[in-house]
């Protein structure tokens, strides 16, 4: 029995390093994920103002021009998907499969929130938990020095674990309202294009 629960301790505290470098990874990720987040909220308040005006006045009559009426460059996804709905108006099958493109591409770009806002707490518990065993060990043998060092490896983890997952978090739910909001004017428009293809 001691030899499985040394063999269990040393898997443990063997996995101590690759579990910091992951933390550092995921550390080192959510600090550009919040860089290109303000640089992602800047471009989407644009576009969603030129979207909300175009949309409000959009009507059969003027529908055909709207592609023509949006910018020709654009890095924004829902205006690209937008031109390329226009090009198969008349289909409404490519226009279901750009819809379904478009939720696609935007669940990889949630993506690295989700993986941040679910790897954080576990990397962190596992950070917090793997130092605990030395640091038990040095208390039973009067050795503060060592304890005092583990406790502080087990505090670090925990709190980068944490600072990594609440930025996937809050990323997360703020991107999950902008291609929602963008989700319901593809699908306003692609009623609109079967409503003036039956009339």
């Keep these: 029995m001691n030899y499985i629960t040394d063999v269990l301790y040393w898997i443990s505290t063997g996995l101590l390093v690759p579990v910091i470098v992951l933390l550092i990874a ?6 550009l994920l919040i860089g290109s987040f303000f640089g992602q909220y800047v471009a989407i308040r644009k576009t969603e103002a030129l979207l909300r005006k175009e949309f ?3 009507n059969a009559s003027n529908l055909d021009q709207l592609a023509e009426r949006l910018p020709k460059k654009s890095n924004s996804l829902v205006i690209k998907s937008i031109q390329q709905i226009m090009e198969v108006k008349d289909s409404p099958a490519h226009v279901s499969r750009l819809l379904a493109d478009y939720e696609i591409m935007a669940d990889k770009d949630l993506a690295t929130s989700k993986t941040l806002s679910k790897m954080g707490p576990m990397l962190g518990l596992m950070g917090t938990l793997i130092p605990m065993g030395p640091a ?3 208390l039973s043998t009067g050795d503060i020095a060592s304890m005092a060092y583990n406790m502080q490896v087990a505090f670090a983890t925990t709190v980068v674990g944490l600072f990594a997952a609440a930025i996937g978090f809050i990323t997360q739910q703020v991107k999950q309202r ?8 593809l699908e306003f428009l692609s009623e609109m ?4 293809k039956n009339d």
Excluded: A, C, H
């Design 193 to 196: 294009l079967n409503e003036k």
């Design 26 to 31: 995921l550390f080192i990720r959510s600090l």
């Design 178 to 185: 902008w291609y929602l909001q963008d989700m319901t004017n």
């Design 136 to 138: 038990l060990v040095g």
């Design 56 to 58: 409000d006045q959009l």
